[in-house]
């Protein structure tokens, strides 16, 4: 199996909540490495920017409110297959098609406010990463 890196970010709704430890501890009982972390506060131009690819869906506006409404933690996992892996542990998009035992399932309030990102490929998972951290900021 292939290492990899893909981003994650634990949402406004989580960290309201002080659920990133228990998010957090998912990510690692799965064998994720969390190999890069910041909690930061996202600038509205920030999250214009990072969900462009869904400038012209109908939730996008709010989404990026959302996004903007609290801190977020920005962070890079580690390991085998860790794109598709971080995928399966955050559950379906919707929370309410997620799994027993995901993230969304478990934490997450409502479609939007659905506690996690994950990059959805490796090739965007490079361009997510490089948006938040420096190679020196990385430490595997
Ligand atoms: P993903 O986060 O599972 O990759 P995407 O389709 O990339 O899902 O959507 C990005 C984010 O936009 C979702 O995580 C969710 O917060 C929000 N979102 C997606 N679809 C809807 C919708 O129909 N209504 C409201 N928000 C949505
Ligand atoms: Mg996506």
Do not use: W
Not at 122 to 139: G, M
């Amino acid at each position: 199996m292939a290492t990899e890196r893909t981003l994650s970010i634990i949402k406004p709704d989580a960290t309201r909540r002080n659920l990133t430890g228990a998010i957090n501890k998912k990510f690692e009982e799965s064998g994720l490495r969390i190999v890069a972390q910041k909690r930061i506060k996202l600038t509205l131009e920030q999250a214009q920017q990072f969900y462009f690819v869904h400038k012209d869906r109908p939730f996008y506006n709010d989404l990026c409110s959302f996004m903007t409404s609290g801190p977020v933690v920005v962070q890079v996992l580690e390991g085998d297959n860790a794109v598709s892996k971080n995928r399966d542990i955050m559950g379906a998009t919707n929370p309410e098609d997620a799994e027993a035992g995901t993230v969304r399932k478990d934490f997450a309030e409502s479609l939007e406010a659905n506690s996690v990102h994950g990059s959805d490929s490796q090739e965007n998972a490079f361009i997510e990463i490089s948006y938040f951290f420096s190679a020196t900021d990385i430490v595997g």
